[in-house]
């Protein structure tokens, strides 16, 4: 069975940096669109980052362009997202998501299989 597990949130202040990891197991995501979602209390989930599965393409939403960073190993069925220079407005339950189709997917509906999400938390 297919799974995605997130790793990596916590707790740091304004201007901290984190790294999120998302492990994928029971099949191989190496040809899939990966992606990175957040959801924050009372506000639905949006697009964080995505990476197409030889890493050539990356979008990123415009609150973190500049600060997050993503990349892949496919090799280890592993997605990251390093986040840098982190703000309290970042902070949200963020979710791994895999995508079947090769083209690009920024909609929550556009994933096929989603992680159970890892907390992040920014305190000013």
């Known amino acids: 069975q297919a799974q995605l597990v997130e790793s990596g949130g916590g707790l740091v202040q304004a201007g901290g940096s984190l790294r999120l990891s998302c492990a994928a197991s029971?099949?191989?995501?190496?040809?899939?669109?990966m992606g990175w979602f957040r959801q924050a209390p009372g506000k639905e989930r949006e697009f964080v980052a995505a990476?197409?599965?030889?890493?050539?393409?990356?979008p990123y939403a415009d609150s973190v362009k500049g600060r997050f960073t993503i990349s892949r190993d496919n090799a280890k069925n592993t997605v990251y997202l390093q986040m840098n220079s982190l703000k309290p407005e970042d902070t949200a339950v963020y979710y791994c998501?895999?995508?079947?189709?090769?083209?690009?997917?920024?909609?929550?509906?556009?994933?096929?299989?989603w992680g159970q999400g890892t907390q992040v938390t920014v305190s000013s």
């Open positions: 990476i197409t599965w030889r890493g050539g393409t990356t």
């Open positions: 029971g099949r191989t995501f190496s040809t899939y669109v």
């Open positions: 998501a895999a995508r079947r189709n090769s083209g690009l997917g920024w909609g929550p509906d556009e994933y096929d299989y």
